[in-house]
């Protein structure tokens, strides 16, 4: 009999050997050891003989395997699964993945940038109290200004699916011109993480 993916996977589910879970979780450690190192080859038949595994065992571990390659390549590949409890039941959530951007170690700002930013993370937080800005939406000069700002700046924001936000790094920078703008400091250079940045007050 010839089984589909998810019901050889129920099959495996449904088995209650702890010599299986105990084997899935030495190989999934295994396979870890590939960051780095993309070439070389995991010989699963000195594996399963290592873990005393027969091959009904073999073919349900490297099916299972796949299986959950094909979910998260596919229908989470823009997606993380989290736990969440609540009134004492556990649930698996989603939530959308975060785009990292390379953070430069010099950058450049205008003086309009610079002011821009102030005005971002003031929103952000004193009248938007933490909600994210709609750039999607047809709207007023603000958000305009805000998307060119993401265009040149990516590292700035993260984009999530209600919005766009300001990221650790654009947040802790626009607290640091706020700070600066309320002292009345003139802003040329600030120095954040290791990082530099120039302000070109020069009209």
């Not at 699916?161 to 920078?173: A, D, H, M, R, V």
Request: hydrophobic content about 35%; proline content about 2%.
């Amino acid at each position: 009999m010839v089984y589909s993916a998810s019901q050889r996977n129920e099959k495996f589910g449904n088995s209650k050997n702890g010599k299986q879970m105990r084997s899935i979780t030495r190989v999934v450690k295994i396979l870890e050891k590939f960051v780095g190192n993309y070439k070389k080859r995991l010989n699963f038949t000195k594996l399963s003989h290592l873990l005393h595994l027969t091959p009904t065992e073999v073919d349900e571990i490297i099916t299972l395997i796949m299986s959950f390659q094909e979910l998260f390549s596919t229908t989470f590949n823009k997606y993380s699964i989290k736990k969440e409890i609540k009134d004492n039941q556990i649930f698996l959530i989603t939530e959308p993945k975060k785009t990292f951007h390379y953070i430069p170690n010099k950058i450049k700002l205008s003086s309009e940038d610079c002011n821009l930013l102030n005005d971002i993370i003031y929103m952000f937080k004193f009248v938007k109290r933490g909600n994210g800005f709609d750039v999607k939406a047809n709207g007023t000069e603000l958000l305009s200004n805000i998307k060119e700002l993401w265009n040149y700046h990516p590292y700035f924001f993260e984009e999530h699916e209600n919005g766009l936000y300001p990221s650790e790094f654009g947040l802790k920078l626009g607290e640091l011109i706020l700070s600066y703008k309320k002292s009345g400091k003139n802003i040329e250079i600030i120095t954040l993480d290791n990082h530099f940045i120039q302000v070109d007050n020069h009209k």
